[in-house]
């Protein structure tokens, strides 16, 4: 899932056409792709990793969904809340905050 899950990001990045960001994207893709495997691990083990994995698809599915109807701001607005759910959710594993998930690989 961490894998599959790193490819979304990465072809999302892609399609903004801006290298730069995509250069950045590339160097933090290894961190985030450990990052999101690490809690899908610690969720099997706590019975909850196919509600998670679904509710990150369907996010991803809503911000696909925004982005072909040209719905820019509803879209920005959508991944935003999406970034900080997915944060909070990284962070009350293990880390205290976004560097301290280097620790933990």
Not at 1 to 27: D, K, P, S, Y
Not at 77 to 89: K, N, Q
């Amino acid at each position: 899932f961490g894998q599959a899950n790193a490819r979304f990001h990465e072809e999302l990045v892609a399609m903004a056409g801006n290298q730069t960001l995509t250069i950045v994207a590339e160097m933090l893709n290894e961190v985030v792709a450990r990052a999101v495997t690490a809690v899908s691990q610690a969720d099997v083990a706590d019975g909850g990793s196919t509600a998670t994995r679904r509710r990150g698809v369907r996010s991803q599915e809503r911000l696909a969904a925004l982005v072909e109807a040209g719905e820019a701001e509803a879209a920005e607005e959508h991944w935003r809340t999406h970034m900080t759910v997915v944060g909070r959710v990284m962070l009350g594993q293990q880390a205290k905050t976004v560097i301290d998930l280097l620790d933990h690989f």
